[in-house]
């Protein structure tokens, strides 16, 4: 499975590395993306080369699209019109699409999460139409996750999904999660 993952500069570094690492080990192909240039900056000063930039980057290859939160890269997603097209488009061919922490809120900007239960950081739930306390959520092809506290958590159900059961009880054996 292809999966893309978008970063926007001022994202949440453990939100997206934790779900691009655990992704990999259980042998998802993750391509990372950023919006402007391929050097993003992380919301605490990482930066990171991203695979690719966004605009060369054929998304008809890709089953999934992950979004991490981060202040302010969930504000830098939702001001892009490209990834809200992405989330458009891909929720209309019913491709996964998964986003954590604030991220969510692009998801319901994107018009997305009109029938779905998301979860997201708290203190925004005013802002999603029908938010759940969760830690994780799998509403159909729409998966959330609360905050960078669920990560782990986040990143190990996409594997599950991704993949299957199996492989995501033996990434987080290796791990040593418990």
């Keep these: 499975m292809k999966v893309l993952v978008i ?11 934790t779900v691009i690492d655990v992704l990999r080990r259980g042998g998802v192909d993750v391509v990372t993306a950023g919006i402007v240039s391929s050097v993003v900056e992380g919301a605490h000063k990482i930066k990171t080369i991203a695979d690719k930039r966004l605009h060369d980057i054929n998304t008809a290859h890709f089953k999934a699209l992950i979004l991490s ?7 830098n997603l939702m001001n892009s019109q490209s990834v809200i097209n992405l989330v458009k488009e891909f929720n209309e061919k019913k491709k996964y699409i998964a986003a954590i922490c604030a991220a969510p809120l692009v998801l319901a ?9 998301a979860t997201v950081y708290p203190g925004f739930e005013s802002m999603l139409p029908r938010p759940r306390d ?8 729409i998966i ?7 990560a ?24 040593g999660m418990e």
């Design 7 to 17: 970063l926007a500069d001022g994202f949440e570094e453990i939100e997206a590395f």
């Design 69 to 75: 939160g981060g202040d302010p890269g969930y504000k």
């Design 134 to 141: 969760a830690k994780v959520i799998v509403d159909h092809n």
């Design 152 to 175: 782990m958590l986040f990143a190990l159900k996409l594997l599950e999904i991704f993949t299957n059961k199996k492989t995501a009880r033996l990434i987080n054996d290796k791990l």
């Design 144 to 150: 959330t996750a609360k905050s960078p506290a669920t």
């Design 109 to 117: 900007k994107a018009g997305v999460l009109e029938d779905k239960i």
